[in-house]
């Protein structure tokens, strides 16, 4: 059974890092110095777990220039539990704290290769494909309409 928590990063600190450094940097060579940024302190960590292990984790903040968008990123999942779900689960929820915070735009930068899955979830490309840390990314955005009365 899958179960997530969204908490600050005080809190989340520890198991957040661990799956990223996990999958960033032991994974896809991303060099360490790069993984934690001034973001990680103003965000909400969704963390994953499964039978009380953690084993996958997203970050979510508003965006600067607008309080209506919301910024997914540093979403990642260990490499035994992919493709069960709780990557979606995990984005899922994301977008549901974000909400809460009166987001109704969800952008995110997903590398190429998980442009399919984002897309899967109703994701839109939006832009150029661009480099960061040296692996391919689009931008991806998801506008949700107003809710319903």
């Known amino acids: 059974m899958i179960t997530i928590e969204t908490r600050p990063w005080s809190e989340a600190h520890d198991a957040a890092y661990a799956i990223r450094y996990a999958v960033f940097v032991e994974e896809q060579g991303i060099p360490a110095e790069l993984e ?7 965000a909400e960590h969704a963390l994953a777990y499964v039978d009380n ?10 965006d600067e220039q607008g309080p209506s968008k919301a910024k997914i990123g540093r979403m ?12 979606t689960a995990l984005l899922g929820e994301s977008i549901r704290a974000g909400m809460m915070q009166g987001a ?3 952008e995110l930068h997903a590398q190429q290769s998980a442009v399919p899955f984002y897309a899967k979830l109703q994701f839109k ?22 809710p319903a009365r």
Do not use: K
């Open 36 to 42: 934690i940024d001034d973001y990680d302190p103003i």
């Open 53 to 62: 292990q953690c084993v996958a984790t997203a970050r979510i903040y508003l």
């Open 76 to 87: 990642a999942v260990l490499r035994e539990f992919r493709g069960q779900g709780i990557g």
């Open 104 to 106: 109704s735009i969800f």
């Open 125 to 146: 490309p939006d832009g150029a494909i661009f480099d960061e840390v040296g692996i391919p990314h689009q931008c991806m955005r998801l506008v949700l309409g107003a």
